[in-house]
C-alpha cells in the first residue's frame, strides 16, 4: 500500500489532488489531508509514508524551511505551488517533482511516474537534507564521492573522507540525483565527475577508480555503458 501525506491549506485542492490520485494511482493507498502544517508536520513525526505532496504557501509559513526537513526523509516529496518561479530552488533542496497550479492530470502523472523509479533528465539538485546531531544539514551534491546501501539506507562518502547515513534508499537517491551519480552495482552509486579510470580482470570482474584511490565494485551488466560514459 501506499502511504501518501497531503500537506494543503486549499481543501478544494486538496479534494481534487485526492480524486485524481485514487484515478491515476491503481495500487492501493491510503491518503491522509492536513490544511495546517504543523498538524501535518506532527503526525510525519510518528508515522511513515511513502509520498508527501506538499504547497510551499502555507499561511506565511516557509516551505524552503519545511523542505529542509522533509527531503531529509526516507520519503519522495512533490511540490504542488502556484510559485513557478520557485521551482529550481525547490529542485536544489532535493524533492522529487514541482507541479505547478493549477494541477493537470499530465503533470500529475508525470510526477508519479518519478515516483514510481524513472529517472529525471533535470540536475537541478544542488543539496541533500541529511539529518545530523539531531540537525537538518544541507550538503552540496558535489561533495558527494560515492554512496553504498545500508540496509533501507544509505551511507555518503564525502571528499572530506567522512561519512553520513541518509534515510533515503539507493533506488529514492537515484531518482533525484543529478546525472553524473550513476548505478555502478546493486550496492554502489558513483559520482562520475570524482571517477579515474577502470580495471578489469579474468572472469569478468570490474572495478572502478575514483580520484582518492576508493575502488568501487561495477556489475557484470553495467560495465559497457559505464566505460563508455567515462570515455
Known sequence: MIRI?????????????????????????????????DKGLAWLDENEIDLLFLDLNLSGQDG??????????????????????????AFEYGVLDFIPKPLMVKRLQQALDRFSGQRSEDDHLRYLSVKLAGEIKLLPV?????????????????TTGKKMLHDKSLDKLLTILPSVFERVHKSYIANFNLAERFRSYPGSRYELVMTDGTVLPIGRTRYKELKRKLL
Open 5 to 37: 501525506l497531503i500537506i494543503e491549506d486549499e481543501l478544494r485542492a486538496a479534494k481534487r489532488l485526492s480524486r485524481l490520485l485514487s484515478e491515476q494511482v491503481s495500487e492501493p493507498m491510503k491518503v491522509i489531508h492536513f490544511e495546517s502544517l
Open 64 to 89: 524552503f524551511e519545511v523542505l529542509r526537513r522533509t527531503t531529509a526523509g526516507s520519503f519522495h516529496t512533490i511540490i504542488v505551488s502556484a510559485y513557478v518561479d520557485k521551482a529550481i530552488e
Open 142 to 158: 558535489e561533495k558527494i564521492s560515492h554512496i553504498k546501501a545500508a540496509g533501507h539506507y544509505s551511507e555518503l562518502f564525502l
